[in-house]
Nanobody
Framework: QVQLVESGGGLVLAGGSLRLSCAASGRTFSSVAIGWFRQAPGKDRESVAAITFSGNSTYYGDSVKGRFTISRDNAKNTVYLLMNSLKPEDTALYYC??????????????WGQGTQVTVSS
């Protein structure tokens, strides 16, 4: 089992940066992939980024490629999402999830409660 808690969300001006953290508890953290997803009001949840258990491979959605960076520190049981050059369209509730590698939600079995990111223009 893995329990996940997101933090680091907030209100930021367009062009600014935020770093989200996903803190995990559970013995299997270092053996699972972690994905970041987001859901804006009235929209489907979308995959933002993902990282393998080793950290050797990463994935980014087209809308965030070049602006967001995912990383993990298995010694601290934490995955980070550094978000630069934020845009108003990045406004959403951001979730981290643990499971098998991939972009589909059904690949991930454990989910956090989410952290709100709001980007004002």
């Amino acid at each position: 089992q893995v329990q996940l808690v997101e933090s680091g969300g907030g209100l930021v001006l367009a062009g600014g940066s935020l770093r989200l953290s996903c803190a995990a508890s559970g013995r299997t953290f270092s053996s699972v992939a972690i994905g970041w997803f987001r859901q804006a009001p009235g929209k489907d949840r979308e995959s933002v980024a993902a990282i393998t258990f080793s950290g050797n491979s990463t994935y980014y959605g087209d809308s965030v490629k070049g602006r967001f960076t995912i990383s993990r520190d298995n010694a601290k049981n934490t995955v980070y999402l550094l978000m630069n050059s934020l845009k108003p369209e990045d406004t959403a509730l951001y979730y981290c999830a643990a499971g098998a590698w991939g972009t589909r939600e059904d690949r991930y079995h454990y989910w956090g409660q989410g952290t709100q990111v709001t980007v004002s223009s």
